[in-house]
């Protein structure tokens, strides 16, 4: 940063403030916000002109101008002064001694209220042949001394402008800029030989403000130098990256070639390929580091989340569910090869060393298992899911011939399932149902014991409240047939066995006590039938 002094004119009087100016290496300088003008103006007195209804008198005041050779060397060719006054016409460049002044000292004003103006020259001092005013809000006004030519050179929009007008126009005045301070810096850039390297130095923020401002003014190397920084800078967040691909799209729709900064967040291909969802999903599922598995399983299942959320994603779903359940058939034919091994006699006589690598491939192929149902519930595409572990009968048979420590991982889909169908996540007919209580759950019960104990993602609670409205979904026979078969696990184990005694108590008064109820309102009502008729 460099420091220049402007002067400040007030009552005759000449006070010097230093205020820090951004100085480029090509000579330009970068205009402040209007809070730094602000901070200026706040430590000095201006004036302000009573109000009234005729029209205040003139004031010309001569300035006392200070070369800024005398107060600070400088090698930058760049001028700028701050004045402040009630009218919009600016100090000439010479300005002369005209009628006598006529002051009134009022009430000091405000900050906000009072104008602040901004003079600023590019190029070789004393060279510029055009005036450019900026007009912001809340009355701040830059004027920059520039040359036409290379306006004419860079900007579309100062083409058209200066060619609408008289050639021997030497003064253009733009009014409501938004972003007076992006204005100055934009047409500095105008100046630049290396303006990737002054780009360089700015923020994703600013340079999306500095595209904006190039699109209005027909800047095209600087929107294409803009373009070419967003394409290779980071975007931090989804809120500036949601920033920087508005703006590129509004760009596009007005014929501005935006293609390589929109390769980052599309692809030429309108779907995903249904083989890179899939490698995905075997990548995951044949991992053996627990960290990392179970990191990208999270992050997967939360990404097909959001895509859930998508109405335009239901096309994809159906690709989606079939890699799933592809993946759920390949991890159930693994999970009944390794019971099979496990349940071997032969298996059975090894040392527990040569046992544990299957053990382990149960655990992780049963785990994986879980994540699909997740998956799958999520999707509400379960049903078929539950047909499939229902009809699993072998794997069923073999589970009692293994031990519990490796055969209870398996236990937790079934729960899961008893969960989903209580919950309403996934509906399977009443033959799925029944068929699932039927395979699935004395294996259940069996391992129940186990469940409570060493797993820290089972709950008792939701599992036996989603087993009891599985049962009572089922009709009235198949509801006593189950629950009194449960009811003499229960007498045995106790606490080691699933407590169903709400859906017992349903079960108890649609069988013992309803046909009672409806036989005596049947007759109530019949009653009051014939009193009414008589």
Request: aromatic share 6%; glycine share 4%.
């Amino acid at each position: 940063m460099a420091e220049i002094r402007l002067t400040r004119v007030e009552q005759g009087q000449t006070k010097i403030r230093n205020v820090p100016i951004a100085v480029t290496p090509e000579g330009f300088w970068c205009c402040p916000s209007p809070v730094v003008f602000q901070k200026t103006l706040k430590s000095q007195n201006p004036l302000n002109k009573p109000k009234s209804s005729s029209p205040p008198p003139k004031t010309t005041v001569q300035k006392k101008q200070i070369p800024l050779t005398e107060k600070k060397p400088m090698t930058t060719p760049i001028r700028a002064a701050v004045t402040s006054d009630d009218q919009r016409t600016f100090t000439p460049d010479n300005p002369g001694i005209s009628a006598p002044v006529v002051l009134e000292r009022a009430p000091r004003p405000k900050v906000e209220h009072v104008p602040r103006k901004v003079a600023i020259e590019f190029g070789e001092p004393g060279t510029s042949d055009m005036k450019v005013i900026l007009l912001g809000k809340q009355g701040f006004c830059v004027k920059l001394s520039v040359h036409k030519k290379v306006l004419l050179e860079h900007s579309s929009f100062f083409t058209d402008k200066l060619s609408e007008q008289e050639s021997g126009l030497s003064c253009l005045e733009l009014d409501d800029c938004e972003d007076v301070e992006i204005y100055v810096e934009t047409v500095g850039l105008m100046y630049c030989k290396e303006m990737k390297q002054r780009l360089i130095k700015q923020s994703v923020s600013r340079v999306l403000r500095i595209l904006k401002v190039a699109e209005l003014l027909g800047f095209n190397s600087c929107i294409q130098s803009c373009l070419e920084y967003l394409e290779a800078v980071p975007w931090v967040g989804e809120e500036e990256e949601e920033k920087v691909v508005s703006l590129v799209l509004q760009l596009q729709g007005e014929g501005i070639g935006v293609t390589p900064v929109l390769k980052r967040i599309s692809s030429d291909i309108s779907n995903p390929p249904r083989d890179t969802i899939s490698h995905i999903m075997e990548l995951v599922l044949k991992s053996n580091e627990e960290r990392g598995r179970r990191e990208m399983k999270s992050i997967v299942l939360k990404l097909l989340r959001e895509n859930n959320s998508l109405p335009s994603y239901a096309g994809s779903a159906d690709i989606c569910n079939e890699t799933v359940y592809a993946s759920c058939r390949s991890c159930l034919d693994s999970l009944l090869s390794l019971f099979k091994q496990a349940a071997d006699p032969e298996f059975t006589a090894k040392p527990m060393e040569s046992k544990e690598p299957v053990v382990k491939q149960i655990a992780l192929q049963a785990d994986n298992l879980s994540w699909l149902l997740e998956i799958l519930s999520d999707r509400q595409a379960a049903d078929e899911f539950a047909l499939m572990w229902a009809s699993q009968q072998e794997l069923a048979t073999l589970h009692s011939k293994l031990p519990i420590v490796s055969r209870h991982h398996v236990s937790c889909i079934t729960a899961r399932l008893f969960v989903g169908i209580g919950k309403g996540e996934l509906l399977p007919v009443k033959d799925t149902r029944q068929l699932l209580l039927q395979t699935w759950l004395q294996p259940l019960i069996n391992d129940y014991s186990w469940l409570q104990h060493s797993c820290r993602s089972f709950d008792r609670k939701v599992v036996e409240e989603g087993i009891g409205r599985t049962i009572l979904t089922l009709p009235l026979e198949d509801q006593q047939s189950i629950l009194l078969a449960w009811l003499g696990s229960f007498l045995k184990a106790g606490d080691n066995c699933p407590n169903l005694q709400r859906a017992f108590e349903v079960w108890w008064r649609r069988t013992f006590i309803r046909p009672y109820a409806d036989a005596q309102g049947n007759a109530l009502q019949s009653d009051s039938s014939v009193t009414s008729k008589q």
